[in-house]
Nanobody, 127 residues
């Protein structure tokens, strides 16, 4: 089992920045990738970004590419999502997820491949 706890979500003005954190505990040695997903009210969950644990390969959705940066600090078992140039469309609950098995450029965006999920953190961008 892997436990994930997100933090850092808050209300921010459009154009501002936030950094989300996701602290992992438990059997983290079995984690292949850590991903960020988000879900806005009335919308389906969507992929935001992912990073693989061994190679630190990173993946982004087109909607956040160039604005968001995913990173991880192995010693702390923590993954971060630096979000810049936020706009109202970024408003959502952001979830951290851990995948135990391989995913790559075409598959890390698939939420069904992730085995563990955090409770989410709310990001609200005021316009």
């Amino acid at each position: 089992q892997v436990q994930l706890v997100e933090s850092g979500g808050e209300l921010v003005e459009a154009g501002g920045s936030l950094r989300l954190s996701c602290a992992a505990s438990g059997r983290t040695s079995s984690t292949y990738a850590l991903g960020w997903f988000r879900q806005a009210p009335g919308k389906e969950r969507e992929f935001v970004s992912a990073i693989t644990v061994r190679s630190n390969s990173t993946y982004y959705s087109d909607s956040v590419k160039g604005r968001f940066t995913v990173s991880r600090e192995g010693a702390k078992n923590t993954v971060y999502l630096q979000m810049n140039s936020l706009d109202a469309e970024d408003t959502a609950v952001y979830y951290c997820a851990a995948a135990a098995y391989y995913c790559g450029v075409l598959t890390c965006s698939n939420g069904n491949l992730y085995d563990y999920w955090g409770q989410g953190t709310q990001v609200t961008v005021s316009s």
